[in-house]
């Protein structure tokens, strides 16, 4: 530590904005500067990042001086997170295996080169799980057990892939075979939440009524299919046994007595259905075959089949009006 000046003005910090700036500029750092040139502020790069579970982010912190000069000062800061799902080694963070896309996280930069100094800087990391990493070379999907993960007709679950954590539902349900009145817990413990408001705010009764289904039962759901109506008509009308989102367990398709329990595009003109489609984010869940999004997502509208995403995610499909796929896409 070098000589240290008399801090004597206390240290505003804005705190947004991309760089961060000290209010009164005559202040001196000490000890992070030969002579006592002016700090004109303090910054932190990268202030918003896209990474993906398992990936490291490498921050570096400068002190920037007159001139456009800078001096970088990582190595008298602390870095720290709003969560557990990030840690830190120094300056690098490591993502956590159980951070999902759609979720932001805070890191907070704090300066330990001078007690008198003080110093908080924020920056963001955005967590992109991209599709390009969780997938094999034989299309099979590498995350099955990630909120995020993609399942469709060109991305395969493993025929071994069981979800560890299903549980049985705990709302309405109107189909006796107990494999599907399955889900997993936060998809289970969403899905309550979810009922439970729509009754409480509107008065509807929404009902469960297909959700975890086995790989060995797709395969004999779609290959009945293919007996009865050729194989046309069933990849149309039913997926491929590991391409179903069913087998996650963190997809449902829900209904109500005013279609009879069915599942029919008319549900998403009936109350519940219009109130699914407005609220479902808000409990981690999209409707994840609208209407006009065939090309994408490669199924026809279902306004009854919802996927839990978690909230953060789910909101952000919502507002931007979006597809799980195209959501993906637009990041890559
Ligand atoms: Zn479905």
Redesign the pocket.
């Known amino acids: 530590m070098k000589k240290l000046l008399i801090i004597t003005v206390a240290l505003l910090i804005i705190l947004t904005g991309c760089k961060t700036v000290i209010e009164d500029p005559d202040v001196d750092l000490p000890d992070i500067i030969e002579k006592d040139p002016e700090i004109k502020g303090v910054n932190i790069s990268p202030e918003k990042v896209l990474a993906g579970s398992g990936e490291k982010v490498e921050f570096k912190v400068e002190a920037i001086l007159e001139g456009e000069k800078t001096i970088d000062i990582t190595s008298d800061m602390k870095f720290s997170s709003d969560t557990e799902k990030i840690s830190f080694e120094n300056n690098k963070a490591l993502v956590g295996e159980d951070a999902i896309t759609g979720e932001e996280h805070v890191v907070i930069a704090e300066y330990i080169g001078a007690e008198e100094v003080d110093i908080d800087l924020y920056a963001t990391i955005e967590v992109f799980n991209s599709l390009e990493d969780t997938i094999d070379e034989n299309g099979v999907i590498t995350n099955p057990e990630a909120y995020d993960m993609v399942v469709n007709k060109e991305r395969n679950l493993s025929s071994q892939y069981v979800p560890q954590d299903l549980v049985k539902l705990e709302v309405e349900t109107c189909l006796p075979n107990p494999e599907i009145n399955q889900l997993r817990k936060a998809a289970s413990d969403a899905i309550t939440k979810m009922f439970k408001t729509a009754d409480e705010e509107e008065g509807l009764n929404l009902v469960a009524r297909?959700g975890y289904r086995s790989y060995a039962t797709q395969d004999s759901l779609y290959h009945g299919i293919v007996n009865k109506y050729g194989q046309d008509y069933a990849d149309k009308y039913s997926a491929y046994p590991g391409q179903?989102?069913?087998q996650t367990g963190l997809?449902?398709?829900i209904t109500a007595a005013s279609v009879n329990y069915q599942?029919e595009d008319v549900f998403g003109e009936t109350e519940e259905g219009i109130w699914t489609k407005e609220n479902a984010h808000r409990f981690g869940f999209i409707i994840?075959y609208p209407e006009g999004k065939e090309d994408i997502t490669g199924y026809l509208y279902?306004p009854?089949?919802l996927r839990y995403v978690g909230e953060n995610l789910a909101t952000k499909i919502f507002r931007q009006d979006t597809t799980l796929e195209e959501y993906f896409m637009n990041k890559e």
């Open positions: 297909s179903s989102e069913h997809a449902l398709d599942l994840r279902e009854w089949h």
